[in-house]
C-alpha cells in the first residue's frame, strides 16, 4: 500500500515545488507522504512526522471540530476550503485552509492545504480595531445619555420650575389688577397662557432629552405610553406590539429602541399624510425586529430628512440592519433588525473600552 501511495505521489511531481501543503495521510489517521512545504511549515523532519497521529500536530480547541468533518470526508464528503490551527514544532499556531478527498479503493486521503496565517492575522488586525472603535462609540453614547439626563434634570427642576414660579407671581398680580390699566387684564391673561405653553414645552423637551419612563414604568409601558401621546397630539391612530420579553434587551438597546421611534413619529408627524401608524417590535429567535409602519402618502420631502440620517446612525451602532420601504400611495414602512448573538455580546449594556 505505502509504494502505490508513493507511487500516486510521483505522479503528482508538480506538488513537490508547490508552496502548497500537499499530503497524502492514511485512514488510520497518519501521514503516508508529504512535500516539502509540510516539512517547513511545521518544522518538523520526516522522521518526526510520519510516527505521529496527525490529530496531534492539531491545535488542541481544532481536533473535536477537525474529528467530524474527517468522518464526513470518510464518508464521502469532499472538505473544501476547511479552516484550523496546527501546532508547529516551535510552540506557534499556523492557520490551515483545507481541500481534502477521500479515494476509498485505496484507503487514503488525498489533501492540498494553504497557509493563510497571515489574512488570519489581518483579519484579527481588523476584528479588534472595530471592536476597539465600537467600544468607543458605546462609550460616548454613554456619555451623552448622560449629558442628555443632566440637561433634561436641569430643564425639570430649574426652568419648569422658575417658570411655574413666574406663574405664581402672576396670580398675585392678577389679584390686584383691578387698579392697572385697562389692557393689563389682557396682558396677564395672555402670560398665563404663555407660562403654560413653556412648562408643557420643557416637560416635552425634557422627556425627549432623557426618557425617565423608561426607568419609572419600564420599556413596553413607555412605547405604549408615546404612541397614544402621539395619537392625541396629532390626530393619527398609533399602536404598539411587541412579543418581546423587555428583560432581554440591554438598557442601551432599549434607549436606542425609543429613539428611532421617535425619530420615525416625528418623521411622520411632519410629513402629515398618515391617518395610521403601527409599531412592531417582534421576537424572530436569533434576532430582533423593529417595524415601523404608516400609511401616508409620498409627502414632497428631502430625500435624506435628519430623522432618517439619525435613525441610520443608530442602527450602525446597534450593528443592526436598517431599511426604509417606500412605495407610492401605500405609505412606507421603517425595519430595523438586530442580531441576537451582538446583544448577548453586549448584555446590559456592560461593553469596556479596548
Sequence with gaps: MINQDTLLFEQLALFEMTPDLVCIAGKDGYFRKVNPAVLNKLQYSAEEL????????????DRELTARERM???????????????????????????????????????????DISENKRKEKEI???????????????????????????????EVAQMATALKLSLEGIDQYKSGLKENADFKINEAFVLCDLLVDAIRRISFSLSPAMLDDIGF????????????????????????????????EIKIDIFRICQEALNEIRVQATATKVKITLQNNGDSISLNVADDGKDASQSEKPPGLINMRQLATSMNASFTLTNEKGKGKIITLVINKTWIGKNINGQRHIA
Excluded at 464521502?76 to 492557520?95: A, E, H, P, S, V
Excluded at 396629532?234 to 432581554?248: H, L, M, W, Y
Design 50 to 61: 510520519y510516527p505521529r497521529l496527525i490529530s496531534s500536530f492539531i491545535h488542541p480547541d
Design 72 to 114: 464526513k470526508l470518510l464518508e464521502g464528503k469532499t472538505l473544501l476550503n476547511f479552516q484550523n490551527r496546527y501546532l508547529r514544532k516551535d510552540g506557534t499556531i499556523i492557520w490551515l485552509e483545507w481541500t481534502s478527498v477521500y479515494l476509498p479503493d485505496k484507503e487514503i486521503v488525498f489533501a492540498i492545504a494553504k
Design 127 to 157: 476584528e479588534d480595531r472595530y471592536n476597539t472603535y465600537k467600544n468607543l462609540v458605546a462609550h460616548f453614547k454613554a456619555r451623552a445619555e448622560e449629558d442628555k439626563k443632566w440637561l433634561a434634570y436641569e430643564l425639570h427642576e
Design 220 to 251: 413596553t409601558d413607555t412605547l405604549e405610553w408615546i404612541c397614544k401621546e402621539f395619537a392625541i397630539m396629532n390626530g393619527i391612530a398609533c399602536q404598539f406590539v411587541t412579543d418581546c420579553d423587555e428583560d432581554e434587551l440591554p438598557g
